[in-house]
């Protein structure tokens, strides 16, 4: 195991009514003007927005309102929320939604306090040195975006996406009702579960040897997203099966699978330039690309495939050939998305083989590489993508 430091300082609200509470963990952690994020109208549909405003009232706590995030968030509500906050004296922001509002609102809380363009973080410029606190009220399970320290948007001068992480964006509090995400449709339940595999598998596959407590917690939380995944594409409204998948989603990504261990993310960086090109759901590219990449690198270690078969799909073991074992385990993943209602193809996802030069080109991948348990060039990104339109 690597020596590792973790840091996990979001305080959980989990269960039934607790998005009424909200106005409580606002106030306990320091908000007195708030800004309420939200997305594009589910969560006002719902009625969860007014509950929330309730909830700030009853703690006399006084707020401003921007909705309007979309999947896949973008750079120019970042600057109108920035600019919201800086004239209304806003020093707390409350995202209610999903992965794309929380990143849209950690994007907003550094950028607030900040001298120059927020985009400065995300392009690598510059280095956030203090944020306004950031909560959320979550509903979907998916990105873990609740307890992450990254955020990821879309910039809009040239439609590609980036990544940021810092300690400071780590969220303050998670608000998380498993009946929130009962709305969900089954397109986008199946999508954020797909992701949440996928912060598995990206932490999963490793260099690192002798890691059997985060192999096994990787495998606990795949085998529930395996288990609980089709019981609530059957019945959207089982409380129990929602609630496992979203503690579930938080597992996967707040790094508690990932301590000690090198990761990978290059499937992740891969898809996200699939996502800011097509506006396709992200979990949805992840099921495109996860195969391809599983394919392509299985080779590295056969063995660490064979076990992922065995433990999480339990196949038999083949010692004669544990290659046919391994890519079982891979065909198993796919006939899963697919089984689903993911798509596991370009064609699938509307994406097109010609455009690979273009995806490269936003990857920005000439010079360096992706992925560290196995580290993709150009050239090797290339025959992913080519892996991955059929
Ligand atoms: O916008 P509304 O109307 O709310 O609709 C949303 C949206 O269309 C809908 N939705 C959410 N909750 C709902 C609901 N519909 C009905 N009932 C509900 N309860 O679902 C759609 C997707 O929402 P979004 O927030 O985009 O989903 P997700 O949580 O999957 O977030 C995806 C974004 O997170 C980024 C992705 O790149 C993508 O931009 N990621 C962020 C990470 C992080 N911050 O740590 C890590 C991830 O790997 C990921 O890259
Ligand atoms: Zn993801």
Redesign the pocket.
């Known amino acids: 195991m690597d020596n590792f430091t973790f840091y996990s300082p979001t305080y959980f609200a989990f269960g039934k009514g607790t998005e009424n509470e909200a106005g409580h963990y606002v106030k306990r952690f320091g908000g007195h003007k708030v800004l309420i994020h939200?997305?594009?109208?589910?969560?006002?549909?719902?009625g969860?927005i007014d509950r929330v405003k309730a909830s700030l009232e009853k703690e006399g706590l006084s707020y401003v309102v921007l909705g309007g995030?979309?999947?896949?968030?973008r750079s120019g509500l970042v600057y109108e929320g920035i600019e919201l906050c800086r004239k209304e004296g806003v020093d707390f922001i409350l995202a209610v939604?999903?992965?794309?509002?929380?990143?849209s609102s950690?994007a907003i809380a550094v950028g607030t306090v900040y001298d120059g363009d927020f985009w400065d973080f995300y392009s690598g410029k510059a280095q956030a040195e203090k944020s306004l606190p950031v909560g959320s009220v979550l509903?979907?399970?998916?990105?873990?975006?609740e307890a992450?320290?990254?955020?990821?948007?879309?910039n809009e001068n040239g439609m590609y996406?980036r990544?940021y992480?810092c300690e400071l964006m780590l969220p303050v509090f998670a608000i998380m009702n498993p009946e929130?995400?009962?709305?969900?449709?089954p397109y986008?339940t199946a999508?954020?579960c797909t992701?949440i595999m996928?912060?598995v598998f990206e932490r999963y596959f490793t260099n690192t040897k002798e890691v059997e407590i985060t192999d096994r917690l990787c495998e606990g939380v795949l085998k529930t997203i395996i288990k609980e995944l089709p019981k609530v594409l059957e019945n959207p409204n089982d409380y129990e099966a929602r609630a496992n998948i979203m503690w579930a989603g938080t597992m996967a990504?707040n790094d508690i699978c990932g301590a000690g261990r090198e990761q990978d993310w290059a499937s992740?960086n891969l898809?996200?330039e699939l996502?800011a090109l097509y506006d396709c759901?992200?979990?949805a590219g992840l099921a495109v690309m996860f195969p391809a990449w599983m394919t392509y690198v299985m080779h590295h270690d056969v063995n660490r495939f064979a076990q992922f078969a065995v433990r999480v799909w339990g196949c038999e073991m083949n010692y004669q050939n544990p290659e046919e074992t391994a890519k079982e385990g891979i065909a198993r993943t796919k006939a899963f998305f697919h089984s689903v209602g993911m798509p596991t193809s370009f064609e699938e996802l509307g994406a097109k083989e010609e455009d690979i030069p273009k995806l490269l080109e936003t990857l920005q991948i000439d010079g360096r590489t992706e992925g560290f348990f196995v580290k993709l060039g150009r050239k090797e990104c290339e025959a992913v993508y080519r892996l991955a339109c059929r």
């Open positions: 939200y997305g594009g109208g589910s969560a006002v549909r719902s969860l995030v979309k999947p896949n968030p939604g999903g992965g794309s509002t929380i990143d950690k509903t979907i399970a998916a990105a873990g975006s992450s320290g990254g955020s990821v948007i879309t996406k990544a992480g929130l995400t009962m709305s969900l449709p986008q999508s954020g992701d996928a912060h990504h992740h898809e996200h996502s759901a992200h979990g």
